[in-house]
Structures are given as C-alpha cells and as structure tokens.
C-alpha cells in the first residue's frame, strides 16, 4: 500500500526559506518518480518539482526555478523540497504524490501541507 506522508509547512517571510519533507512507504522508491504539487485558493494546482530517484533525474516549474531544489534520501525513502528566497505567491497547500516512472498518472498522494509566505 503506497502512502506519503507531506511535513514542514509553516509561516515564513518574504525571503525566508522552508524544507518540506515527502516520507513514503508502501513501495520501492526507486521503481517511482515523486513530485510536489501546490494549490492556492481559488487557483489550480500547479505541479512545483518532480524527482526519479533511480536516474536523479529532475524537473522544476518555471515559477520555482533557481530557489526551490528537490532531492531525495533512499535511505530514509524521503523526498524534500528545499524552498528558499520565498515569495507571497508561493503561499499554497503543498502535496507530494508519487507515479510509476512508466506512467503518467499521479495514483499515490499524501496530505497537504500549509505554506504561508507573508510580505
């Protein structure tokens, strides 16, 4: 049974930084890509970062690029999302699901996290 459990959230500056840690059990992290996503209220979800542990492999929303980076400990089968230089904007529920590298639907997903970014 997949699960990701999402962690770190919080209220932050305008500037400040925050880590965001996607824990998963459930399957082997290598067979899968992991990526974060955030919502915003009243606005879509946006996909924010995407990682396959197996190749390093990694991708970044135009928006995040330069000043988040996601990385991965297959040791501890955990995802993070090192978020500096924040901005308002950047103020969303964070989440992080995982697909099979072969595919491109998301089918796993973990709780969100709140991300406030005060001006």
């Known amino acids: 049974d997949v699960q990701l459990q999402a962690s770190g959230g919080g209220l932050v500056q305008a500037g400040g930084s925050l880590r965001l840690s996607c824990a998963a059990s459930g399957f082997t992290f290598d067979d899968y890509a992991i990526g974060w996503f955030r919502q915003a209220p009243g606005k879509e979800p946006e996909g924010v970062s995407c990682?396959?542990?197996?190749?390093?492999?990694?991708f970044y929303a135009d928006s995040v690029k330069g000043r988040f980076t996601i990385s991965s400990d297959i040791g501890k089968n955990t995802v993070y999302l090192q978020m500096n230089s924040l901005k308002p904007e950047d103020t969303a529920v964070y989440l992080c699901?995982?697909?099979?590298?072969?595919?491109?639907?998301?089918?796993?997903w973990g709780q969100g996290t709140q991300v406030t970014v005060s001006s």
């Open positions: 699901a995982a697909r099979l590298r072969s595919s491109s639907e998301w089918t796993a």
């Open positions: 990682t396959h542990s197996g190749d390093g492999s990694t």
